[in-house]
């Protein structure tokens, strides 16, 4: 264990450079299709094979990396909380039961991890008077169309965007985002709906120029 902890740290930075900018390959419905499923790789790691940990990473370390940049301006801070995320699963390997998906029990852990780091920055911004440059859309980076898509997510309900991300982006099923949110699947459904129609009509509304290059992602909406 102490082992794969090392290699993790060591070579983190040049497996994200390399898997930051390509998909993950031979994916299949369980997770991604290889010898071993998710599952089987979480608990041989558990078992002490560190490479069945190194195989996780490659998998999921570019979709965690998005997870987080979708959500964090910076991107020093979502590369940070992506480190974390596997840290935090290569401390736990021990007490990991496979009673779900492996792909939920990672997100389940990169949730709480974001959710930490909110509520650092809220306590920075109300008592330390520091600036939340998540609130500055001048410091955002990207195209006038893919800030503008941006600022219209963040205008949706907190719980409604959440479900939105995990839907469209991460590609989770309804059953696994409420096993994630802890809500009723039919409650996934319509809030998922009502999130699609809010942020259509925000879409719909005038904007620049730039910003109606939005095609693909208003038709998914």
């Known amino acids: 264990m102490q082992d794969a902890l090392q290699a993790f740290v060591l070579n983190s930075e040049a497996l994200s450079a390399t898997s930051m900018n390509e998909p993950p390959e031979n994916q299949n419905p369980n997770g991604h299709g290889s010898l071993s499923t998710d599952e089987q790789l979480m608990q041989q790691f558990a078992q002490g094979a560190a490479g069945a940990f190194t195989q996780l990473f490659e998998r999921y370390n570019q979709p965690i990396f998005g997870f987080f940049r979708r959500r964090v301006v910076d991107p020093a801070h979502a590369e940070e909380l992506t480190q974390e995320t596997f840290l935090a699963i290569v401390r736990g390997a021990a007490r990991y ?57 963040a205008k949706l309900d907190a719980t409604d965007r959440e479900i939105l991300l995990l839907r469209e982006f991460e590609e989770l099923t309804y059953a696994e985002i409420a096993e994630l949110l802890h809500l009723p699947l039919n409650t996934v459904r319509s809030r998922l709906f009502r999130a699609r129609v809010a942020l259509r009509e925000l879409l719909q509304t005038p904007a620049p120029a730039a910003a109606r290059k939005l095609t693909e992602f208003e038709e998914r909406v």
């Not at 389940?108 to 939340?132: D, P, S, W, Y």
């Not at 195209?143 to 997510?153: K, M």
């Open 97 to 153: 039961q496979a009673r779900a998906l492996f792909r939920t029990f990672l997100y389940a852990i990169a949730l709480k991890i974001l959710r930490a780091h909110r509520r650092k920055q809220a306590f920075r911004a109300t008592f330390l008077g520091q600036r939340n440059s998540a609130q500055d859309p001048a410091s955002r980076d990207g195209t006038d169309a893919s800030l503008y898509l941006r600022e219209a997510v």
